[in-house]
């Protein structure tokens, strides 16, 4: 079913729901009702309210006329002032793949301790294929190929970096992979300057064909990976998340625990696509889409992989690297098939999700959909580019011309940000300052949402909204990087509930809260528009709620 169609059913159930059942709405006693509090809707048309009242998971009453909704088994929560706000959607994330590492073992420190850690892994799990563990700091315990050799001699051994951009791993899994170390040329396996001997660690393409060798997780395992990670963003109020890379083995997964009712958020997937292959690709997609969408889960989105990145000269982009004259990276996807994949997925009624770090790569996807748009004609579209680290100016306003919503990540606007010094190196001065122009585009008019492409970087919303509109570091040790494209406190909410909600989809149902929809909320210690701009990092989430069900709380 096309997009338009789910959100038309949507919009009937809502309608019927509060006219057609409205009498008995307005007699039968609320199951929930929040009162003395500072409601921020994030609806323009109600944008403030102080009571709430809750019954079979959505909101049935905003303001002081929730007294008669109270019954004798109705939940009343004095809020004293407390800061209410629809639940945050993450626009982008991995949350099932790279969830795999909260159940996998952790690392951390300098060498020693990182050894140790290792020691005890192996021990613990001697009867798993790999040893798999993360965290992993190389500034702290740089890699050796042969000390990994050694403490781990039986089996291959991948050990991550917490963003998942980096591993260390032995020699048996380069074998697994394909990938003899002793080769002359091995695009991503790193090399001693002075020695050429192979440390180890890989990125980029040898990264890639490393993962690709390991044991393939099991249903079972996804769905713990996605339950753990789930209770962590419940804990920061996270209720939808954009998983912005998913398998069909993990859309089997996340519609297995759908239809469990295991889910404590709302899942968009974006299914991966081939870009080695061509539109015969397609059918499987949407036969997958239509088999797993449930109440809680849908795979209605289809990702593009556009480039690379930056700092490790991948990300294509429209003038030479600083550092690497001659070289402007390099599309992942020539034109020519991208323009054929998207007409054709867009015809689907797909919502296409591109990663596309650089401004060749951004041109290039702008180009594919509106050539989508003229050759399929009108229709509802909720497509997206995400990370747009470069853009350059004259496609800045296409942005809105085109419909396209702009995906950032705020934590990587920070002047510590660990991917700052390689991506300061490879730019001039001029690209330098003009890295990740939200403001310019949201000046453009084109919707913002924001996201924190996990396990990039942390998963709070808080930390990221107060970093779109600092652009500090978050401790404000250092000065903002770039002032001009700092944010307003009301655009970043705005881009973490309701924009977040319409693109993935969802708005008819949640995203702003008014009588109809969905009761998916955070109760926060603070007022949020009360906080200083450095300090936005130090309010709590309270209480989480998604359909009107609990999914965190603490201290109230």
């Known amino acids: 079913m096309s997009l338009i169609g789910r959100l038309t059913i949507a919009a009937v159930c809502v309608v019927s729901g509060l006219f057609v059942g409205g009498a008995a709405m307005a007699s039968e006693p609320a199951d929930t009702i929040f009162v003395h509090g500072t409601i921020a809707t994030m609806d323009p048309a109600r944008p403030w309210a102080d009571a709430m009242a809750i019954r079979k998971g959505r909101i049935v009453s905003l303001g002081k006329d929730v007294d008669g909704f109270r019954g004798p088994h109705t939940k009343v929560i004095d809020l004293g002032g407390r800061f209410v706000m629809p639940g945050f959607h993450d626009a982008h994330a991995h949350p099932m793949s790279s969830g795999m590492q909260l159940l996998r073992c952790r690392v951390a420190g300098n060498s020693a301790q990182v050894t140790g850690a290792l020691k005890a892994c192996d021990r613990e799990r ?3 294929q790999w040893l798999i563990a993360s965290g992993w700091v190389p500034r702290t315990a740089p890699a050796d190929l042969a000390r990994l050799d050694a403490l781990v001699p039986d089996k291959p051994a991948f050990v991550a970096t917490q963003d998942g951009f980096t591993a260390w791993v032995n020699t048996k899994a380069l074998r697994a992979a394909g990938i003899d170390p002793r080769a002359a040329q091995v695009t991503g396996l790193e090399r001693d300057a002075k020695t050429r001997v192979a440390t180890g660690v890989v ?16 249903s079972a395992e996804y769905r713990a990976a996605f339950a753990a990670w789930s209770a962590m963003a419940n804990r920061f109020g996270v209720v939808s998340v954009f998983d912005a890379s998913i398998t069909p083995a993990m859309a089997e997964a996340y519609h297995a625990a759908d239809r469990a009712g295991a889910l404590t958020l709302r899942v968009v997937g974006a299914q991966n696509v081939d870009t080695a292959r061509g539109v015969e690709q397609i059918p499987a997609m949407i036969a997958l889409r239509d088999r797993v969408r449930g109440p809680m889960f849908n795979a209605d989105a289809a990702k593009i992989f556009l480039d690379g990145e930056i700092e490790m000269h991948t990300a294509a982009v429209l003038a030479d690297y600083a550092d690497l004259p001659g070289s402007r990276g390099a599309m992942l996807v020539s034109p020519a098939r991208l323009d054929v994949l998207v007409q054709r997925l867009d015809r689907a009624g797909f919502m296409i999700h591109m990663h596309a770090m650089g401004d060749a790569a951004v041109r ?41 919503t702009a995906n950032f990540q705020p934590l990587w606007f920070q002047a510590d940000d660990p991917a700052t010094a390689g991506t300061d190196h490879a730019l001039t001065p001029r690209l330098r300052q003009s890295l990740y122009p939200i403001a310019r585009i949201a000046a453009a008019h084109a919707r913002i949402v924001a996201s924190s492409d996990w396990p990039s970087t942390s998963i709070n919303p808080l930390e990221a909204i107060q970093a779109a509109i600092t652009r500090q570091p978050l401790d404000g040790s250092k000065p903002a990087r770039q002032p001009d494209q700092r944010m307003t406190l009301a655009a970043m909410l705005a881009a973490y509930t309701r924009d977040a909600a319409w693109v993935a989809g969802e708005d008819r149902n949640d995203g702003t809260q008014a009588v109809g929809k969905a009761a998916d909320l955070i109760v926060l210690d603070r007022n949020l528009f009360q906080v200083k701009s450095g300090d936005l990092r130090t309010a709590r989430v309270l209480l989480t709620m998604l359909n009107g069900r609990e999914v965190y709380r603490s201290g109230i």
């Not at 990125?203 to 099991?218: E, F, Q, Y």
């Open 126 to 128: 001697r009867n798993e």
């Open 364 to 404: 290039h996807g702008l180009d594919a959909i509106a050539r989508a748009e003229r050759a399929n004609g009108p229709r509802d579209r909720r497509h997206q580019l995400a990370h747009l680290a470069l853009v350059d100016p004259a496609d800045v306003p296409r942005f809105a011309q085109l419909g396209v």
């Open 203 to 218: 990125t980029g393409d040898a990264l890639d064909r490393v993962r690709a060798a390991r044991p393939v997780p099991s």
